[in-house]
């Protein structure tokens, strides 16, 4: 399974865009990457998801470079609720049951 | 519309005691897992199922064993807790076809003393 790099912090003023990088240099072609948030000590919720071309939805953008090694999550407004553990994830491939393998995130602190 | 339930919220055991934690959902997913986080660290893996009567190791299946005899129940117990096993614990259900995502549980608190 890809292994998935993240910063362990970062933060951003409130009403500004929060761009978050991971990093996945050795996804394979049937990989999708995962961003899952974890605010305070509630379950992780699911965000967003993509496999190779960008993706949006109500809570955020996906980016993932053309050559698949990266990605960044954009929340576009971010609001003191978006304060929470950000985990980037790569899917493990169609014989793993579809496991879900959580690194160590980027906390990401929203300032007023 | 439940979702994924787990109980109890909190227990405290002492150390060789043993107990289950049940996890219940409603969404009638396929796939069903159990996960630990240690404080300040990650989601582990601990066992998952893909399908009533199945079940397979994560990645710290040590000292836990779990059963679902029912689809819309996942059951995790401890027979002999150790105070290492202080964490706090998440159920997750999904689709074999995840495109959604997991939807997890709220979580439960063990302490082992």
């Known amino acids: 399974d890809a292994k998935t790099t993240q910063p362990p912090s970062m933060d951003c003023a409130e009403g500004r865009a929060a761009n978050l990088p991971c990093n996945h240099s050795?996804?394979?072609?049937?990989?999708?990457v995962y961003w899952y948030r974890q605010i305070h000590s509630q379950g992780p919720q699911y965000i967003i998801h993509?496999?190779?071309n960008n993706e949006t939805n109500e809570m955020a953008s996906l980016i993932i470079t053309e050559d698949r090694k990266s990605s960044t999550l954009i929340l576009p407004h971010a609001t003191l609720r978006d304060t929470a553990v950000y985990y980037c994830?790569?899917?493990?491939?169609?014989?793993?049951?579809?496991?879900?393998?959580f690194g160590s995130g980027t906390r990401l602190l929203v300032r007023p | 519309n439940a979702g994924v339930t787990q109980t109890p919220k909190f227990r405290v055991l002492k150390t060789g005691q043993s107990m289950t934690l049940l996890c219940a959902q409603d969404m009638n997913h396929e796939y069903m897992y159990w996960y630990r986080q240690d404080p300040g660290m990650g989601l582990r893996l601990i066992h998952y199922?893909?399908?009533?009567?199945?079940?397979a190791k994560g990645e710290v299946p040590d000292g836990y064993n779990v059963s679902r005899l029912k689809k819309q129940n996942f059951l995790l117990g401890l027979e002999s807790a150790a105070p290492s096993q202080t964490s706090v614990y998440f159920c997750?259900?999904?689709?074999?076809?995840?495109?959604?995502?997991?939807?997890f549980g709220s979580g439960t608190r063990l302490t082992v003393v």
């Open positions: 050795t996804i394979s072609g049937n990989e999708y």
């Open positions: 199922s893909v399908g009533e009567g199945t079940t």
């Open positions: 994830i790569v899917r493990a491939g169609m014989d793993s049951s579809y496991k879900l393998i």
């Open positions: 997750a259900s999904s689709w074999p076809d995840s495109f959604d995502g997991y939807t």
């Open positions: 993509g496999l190779k």
